[in-house]
């Protein structure tokens, strides 16, 4: 588990902490994450403090699958539901309004094992079943390199999965119940994604963390060829009109932007600086209509604070209309995952 997630030290982020630009205008996490882990506890609790001390108005959020609270017995394929169904509770605790004003964890991304093919249906319905107002869709992980040591082992997948027959035969089953997919994969996996928003254009594709930008091990020291690689890979991703991402996850290990070496976290004026060639790579392609910002949090808190992260998205789109703004922190979550539904 180490050798794959920065170690958050809540020390040094405290000699980073900045005030909130524009504490007014409306945010939706479009991805985070909460488990309890061994030596890792990250829950109601600890997400609602970071969204509280940061100042931004986080009025929601969108919770999206990490292995957490998974049914200990029953079925192996049904026992994902449990996740759903710990975090419906959790956003049911939100949503009465005792924890603040915030409506954390309002929309749900689980798992099913889509290699089920036809079979996967059932396990669809019970994520459904247990969270009918707020779940939105499945995350499949297809995350694959040559070099293992990228991987986290708790999620490699086999190569080419996202072409499987039996995978593709599950992923049909989500569009019939209005689901998303979430894709996590690496940005050489692009295109792949690609082909398969072609092979079925009326189901909502989200790319998770601007397409996985590695930039360790063997990707190392190749910014400028990865980053031309990964621009063309976007714009054919993005001709898709069923396809959308969301942009941030841009401080885990693989990315490899070093942010967890400095003497001091990076402020919100460095990461912006660092990360504008790929924001707006992602905007000009996809137009704001299907951007949305994410914290990834709590992965990403290894390399910057929660209250840094948002400052660094509001740097990045000074300028930008007022609806497009609207559309990239809230706008596009709140449509895509369905959250006017939600409670």
């Known amino acids: 588990m180490s050798s794959n997630y920065l170690a958050v ?10 005030e909130a630009l524009e504490p007014d205008l409306p945010i939706i996490d479009a991805h985070h994450h909460l488990w309890d882990r061994p030596n890792w506890r990250y829950l109601f609790d600890e997400y609602l403090a970071d969204v509280a001390a940061s100042g931004h108005n986080v009025t929601a959020s969108v919770f999206v699958q990490c292995q957490a609270m998974y049914r200990a017995d029953g079925p192996a394929a049904m026992r994902v539901v ?34 089920l093919g036809d079979d996967v249906a059932g396990v669809l319905e019970a994520h459904v079943a247990a969270a009918p107002e707020r779940f939105r869709g499945i995350r499949h992980i297809t995350v694959w390199d040559a070099d293992r040591n990228l991987m986290n082992p708790l999620s490699a997948g086999p190569p080419g999965l996202l072409a499987d027959g039996a995978f593709r035969a599950g992923f049909a089953r989500l569009a019939p119940l209005g689901l998303a997919f979430d894709a996590w994969l690496f940005h ?22 601007l397409g996985g930008i590695v930039g360790i091990g063997p990707y190392k020291d190749r910014r400028d060829e990865i980053f031309a690689t990964w621009s063309r890979a976007i714009r054919e ?32 004026e460095i990461l912006a600086a660092a990360w504008r060639p ?8 996809f137009g704001a209509g299907r951007c949305m910002f994410e914290s ?8 910057y604070g929660y ?15 007022e609806s497009d703004r609207t559309s990239l922190f809230s706008g596009t979550a709140a449509r895509v995952y369905g959250l006017a539904r939600s409670g």
């Open 9 to 18: 030290r809540p020390d040094w982020l405290a000699r980073g902490a900045e």
């Open 82 to 115: 449990g996740e759903t169904e710990f975090v419906n509770g959790v956003a049911a605790m939100s949503a009465s309004g005792q924890y603040g004003p915030h409506r954390l964890c309002a929309g749900i991304v689980g798992h099913a094992d889509l290699r």
């Open 188 to 209: 050489p996996q692009i295109p792949e994604l690609t082909e398969l928003a072609r092979a079925f254009p009326q189901t909502r594709i989200v790319l998770d963390h």
């Open 237 to 268: 991703l993005a001709a898709c009109e069923n396809a959308c991402v969301k942009l941030g996850g841009l401080g885990m290990r693989i990315n490899g932007f070093g942010s967890e070496t400095r003497e001091v976290p990076p402020s919100s």
């Open 278 to 285: 790929y924001i707006e790579t992602c905007i000009e392609a």
């Open 296 to 303: 990834n949090f709590p992965v990403d808190k290894g390399s």
């Open 307 to 321: 209250g840094t992260v948002w400052n660094a998205f509001k740097r990045l789109t000074r300028g930008a209309s």
